[in-house]
């Protein structure tokens, strides 16, 4: 009898599976379908970030192992990029880790520093994947909950002391998915107090680091002072340069924590393929207009789809970064209800909340990965169902 291990059965469920398995039914039934729902970049990187690849895949050295925890000239590549855009120091050979995405390192944390019954404070709603790292781990979560009243920033000084003292991890995400809200350098400044007080190692997730909007530049954890001492920044290639695929990020700060990363990677990945690591240098190093275009182009789009939200009566608050706009459903409907009745009735998938944890409940999100046109004829479509009037 095959039997997976019990920390297997406490890995989060794809909430969002059902829904793409109806979606992509009525997809075969040939109905036009807008998939809001997803977190999927929808542009190709960069050309000249392709091409570097191309040129280094055919390099031999790259045909062997890479060297154990990467290639120094992309962690150079990546401290040179927070000088430059953070004023942030990182010494190359001890405070950046190359993960296999970001995604790796955030899992990771947790196998690395929760013991089984070991606290981990999470933003509830969050990414599920901090969840799962957690429950592989054995660890217990202790759910911070993120709310409009409290610009979707935990509130530290409701946390229980004892709870806080209990805590060994905690993860911070801005700009945050699934809400589009960004913090700022005193929200920062309180955390690291926080962390400093109860003994909390900080993992901020820097995923959107790179899309904020209305020309402010989203804050990265680490120009606050005192962010090595108690934490790492997990930042990744997959956003911000359209490389989903690619799989490229990093874990930056604390030496000590990254010590342990690049620990726990080796035994899993070794590293990335070398060619990836040459283009990903090339892509951190290179001309950054694309970022800037990206972002741009995220702008547009938001401003896009709220001024079809204007129209139909659909009240929310704008994201100041990420790709996601936080809605509230109307009343009568849960989160997945409502989900249900949109992609029933004006064929628009869109994510509901509380897959993202109980306080998620009563919101859905939608992704900014398509075009102007389409995010505006889904907005309008769903106006076809008058649910907001009044
Ligand atoms: N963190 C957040 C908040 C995300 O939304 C995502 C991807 O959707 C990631 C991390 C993972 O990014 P990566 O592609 O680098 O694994």
């Known amino acids: 009898k095959i039997e997976p291990a019990a920390r297997m059965t406490d890995l989060p469920t794809q909430f969002f599976s059902t829904l793409v398995a109806k979606a992509n039914k009525q997809i075969a039934m040939g109905k036009d379908i807008i998939n809001l729902g997803q977190g999927n970049p929808d542009q190709p990187t960069p050309a000249h970030i392709v091409e570097a690849l191309q040129q280094a895949a055919v390099n031999p050295l790259y045909h062997k192992y890479p060297p154990f925890s990467g290639y120094p000239f992309l962690k150079e590549a990546v401290a040179q990029r927070y000088k430059e855009d953070y004023g942030v120091e990182l010494d190359p050979a001890h405070e950046v880790a190359i993960l296999f995405g970001g995604k790796t390192g955030l899992v990771e944390i947790s196998q690395c520093f929760l013991n089984p019954g070991d606290i981990c404070l999470v933003p509830d709603p969050g990414y599920p994947d901090y969840w799962s790292g957690v429950a592989l781990a054995g660890g217990i979560m202790h759910f911070m909950p993120l709310t409009a009243q409290h610009q979707y920033l935990p509130d530290l000084s409701a946390i229980d002391p004892e709870v806080a003292d209990q805590a060994k991890l905690m993860f911070l995400n801005y700009p945050n998915n699934p809400t589009g809200a960004t913090a700022s350098l005193t929200f920062y400044d309180e955390a690291i107090a926080f962390a400093r007080k109860h003994n909390i190692i900080i993992t901020s997730d820097f995923a959107y680091g790179t899309i904020g909007y209305d020309g402010k530049r989203p804050v990265s954890f680490l120009q606050a002072k005192g962010a090595k001492d108690v934490g790492i920044e997990v930042y990744t290639l997959s956003k911000s340069y359209n490389m989903a695929g690619w799989r490229v990020g990093f ?18 990945y070794c590293s990335l393929f070398g060619g990836i690591q040459e283009a990903a240098a090339l892509a951190l190093t290179g001309p950054q207009q694309c970022v800037k275009e990206l972002t741009a182009t995220y702008e547009r789009r938001r401003n896009a789809l709220f001024q079809a939200l204007h129209e139909i009566g659909w009240k929310a ?17 849960t989160s997945a209800q409502f989900a249900d009745l949109l992609l029933e009735q004006a064929g628009v998938v869109v994510a509901p909340g509380n897959g993202f944890g109980s306080t998620g409940e009563g919101y859905v999100r939608l992704g900014l990965l398509t075009s102007e046109e389409r995010l505006q004829e889904a907005i309008h479509r769903i106006g076809k169902l008058s649910l907001f009037k009044g």
């Open 317 to 333: 608050d704008m994201p100041s970064g990420s790709f996601f706009c936080w809605l509230p459903v109307p009343e009568g409907y």
């Open 251 to 268: 874990a930056l700060g604390n030496a000590q924590i990254i010590e342990q990363i690049n620990l726990i990677q080796d035994h899993y």
